[in-house]
């Protein structure tokens, strides 16, 4: 299932904030969205995956998604959103239990999503139990249980410290080359981009527009070894970024 | 190591610097709870005040000592009286809380979800929360009679108010992005409320039965001082019109014995459904 933007604008009262998105998410890619801060891309998430309204344009489903898929968009977000009362195991079954799966179906399919985030030993845990980066991977083993067709991650290692950053950085790509999964990640750690992304969408400040679409074409397996290429794509996007980043940080001293 | 004793060595020619460690300023504004304080101050109190009696120095007609107060009670037990007293409280007070706070959940949750419920309950609640319910007792009368129903709607509407605003203050405090972390997996508007929406809301929610229980204690009393046979705001009355202060003791003493109680029993609750908090 492909997921196609058109012509996406958006605005609060009289602020605009996007104009005129257009881009397309294909199935088994990877779409990274760099902005500089207050550009509107977690709007642009929220817009693609129903969560907000856009003022104008609209976000076409492609295809059919895969017959066992339960909930085809499903969102990763950067505060987790776990439930604190419910236990690791309490807060993957709640988005089953509305598909009527229970008992002993709803175990195997938490069995097999924590062993597959490195989770089995905790799902007794309560959240306040966990560290940031167990916290995100118990989020990530929610949103593999419904098997999503389009995986909406909202700066998903944004909270988290620079070593847990890395560690589920590894488990993401790790996560990509077993299973293929089709993801539009936002973030504004270029380092994340370029590392993760078949394409890059840099998006100008307020309003946001798209400024480019960057495609990285090393596969994602052999990225590491290739760190002068990355560097360069790196260097590239934030030569994109680097004014619009200025602006915008001036923009938001003058507001 | 030639170096190394020259700079000690400079060290010591310098005896004029004052090494001290640095003082510690951290600290404090962290109190405990210590279990023992509470029962040792409180006996303290007691055998001050009983010794006091004793030796004349409290005048029995000001204040009975506690022994007498403690005879005047095993009196009203022994007669039997004790079970009546309480049984007549003890049912305004739980068939009043609980209606009250039935109806305080679901009109609070009604203002929490909906725009139209909030518009007509909230400055409904602000305009009657602050009177005084036991102003509306002859009203009450009036309405329900004499007899149980008028103290019972007493202690209900006492309850009503502060659940209704514990209640959708609660759900208001939900935080926002668990209810849309639910619409993002597409959970059904009951799952929802159910599983996001009141359990975000329950601390706030217990915390108002504290309050909303101390009123109905508060109104129990006042409510059982107008022409009530039995229950322990009679029978304090009654002590009191008597000028039996022994007796008036012994009934404030239960009182505050069952105010005690039903917080305990809250804190129960919230240890219980709370324990997923640190």
Not at chain 1, 152 to 160: H, N, Q, R, V, Y
Not at chain 2, 17 to 45: Q, S, Y
Request: net charge neutral; proline share 5%; with cysteine.
């Amino acid at each position: 299932m492909d997921l196609q933007l058109k012509h996406i604008s958006h605005s609060y009262d009289d602020t605009d904030v996007l104009q005129d998105i257009d881009f397309r998410i294909e199935t088994g890619q990877i779409i990274c969205i760099i902005g500089p801060s207050g550009c509107g891309k977690s709007t642009l998430l929220r817009i693609i995956g129903g969560l907000e309204q856009a003022r104008s344009g609209e976000v076409l489903q492609i295809g059919e998604p895969p017959a066992d898929c339960l909930n085809p968009l499903t969102y990763i977000f950067q505060d987790f959103a776990l439930l604190p009362w419910r236990t690791v195991r309490g807060n993957v079954s709640l988005v089953l239990e509305d598909h009527g799966i229970r008992g002993s179906r709803a175990d195997a399919i938490i069995d097999d999503v924590l062993a597959r985030t490195k989770l089995s030993d905790f799902g007794n845990a309560l959240p306040r139990q966990l560290s940031g980066g167990m916290k995100q991977r118990v989020a990530i083993a929610r949103a593999l249980s419904v098997r999503p067709a389009c995986l909406l991650m909202d700066e998903p290692l944004s909270a988290l410290d620079s070593q847990t950053r890395e560690l589920l950085m590894d488990d993401l790509i790790e996560l990509w080359l077993k299973e293929k999964y089709t993801a539009c990640y936002v973030t504004h750690n270029l380092g994340e981009a370029v590392r993760l992304g078949h394409k890059v969408v840099v998006l100008s400040r307020r309003p946001g527009r798209i400024r480019e679409i960057v495609d990285i074409d090393i596969p994602i397996d052999q990225r590491q070894s290739h760190p002068a290429m990355l560097a360069d794509k790196q260097a590239y996007l934030w030569g994109l970024m680097r004014e619009e980043a200025m602006a915008a940080d001036q923009e938001l001293t003058h507001a | 190591m030639p170096e190394h004793s020259k700079s000690e060595h400079s060290q010591s020619e310098q005896p004029a610097r004052p090494i001290k460690p640095v003082p510690f300023r951290g600290g404090g504004f962290a109190p405990k709870p210590m279990r023992i304080i509470a029962p040792v101050l409180f006996i303290a109190l007691i055998s001050l005040w009983e010794s006091g009696s004793r030796t004349g120095w409290i005048s029995p007609l000001i204040l009975p000592a506690p022994s007498e107060a403690f005879a005047a009670f095993m009196e009203l037990l022994k007669s039997g009286q004790l079970v009546l007293h309480l049984k007549a409280s003890l049912l305004r007070l739980v068939v009043g809380w609980s209606a009250g706070t039935a109806l305080g959940l679901v009109f609070g949750i009604a203002a929490g979800l909906f725009t139209v419920a909030r518009g007509a309950i909230v400055p409904f609640v602000a305009a009657i929360f602050p009177i005084p319910k036991i102003a509306l007792l002859p009203l009450f009368i009036i309405w329900f009679g004499i007899g149980e129903e008028s103290k019972i709607a007493t202690i209900l509407f006492g309850t009503f108010f502060p659940t209704v605003i514990a209640v959708y203050g609660g759900i208001d405090n939900v935080d926002r992005g668990l209810i849309r972390m639910g619409q993002s997996f597409n959970l059904s508007w009951w799952s929802i409320v159910w599983k996001i929406i009141l359990p975000g809301a329950l601390p706030a929610i217990l915390s108002g039965f504290r309050i909303s229980a101390s009123i109905a204690i508060i109104l129990l009393v006042a409510a059982e001082m107008i022409g009530a046979e039995y229950g322990i705001g009679a029978y304090v009355l009654l002590a009191g019109n008597l000028m039996a202060m022994d007796q008036l003791i012994a009934g404030v003493a239960m009182l505050s014995i069952l105010g005690l109680t039903v917080s305990w029993i809250i804190g129960r609750a919230e240890k219980y459904f709370l324990k997923w908090r640190v």
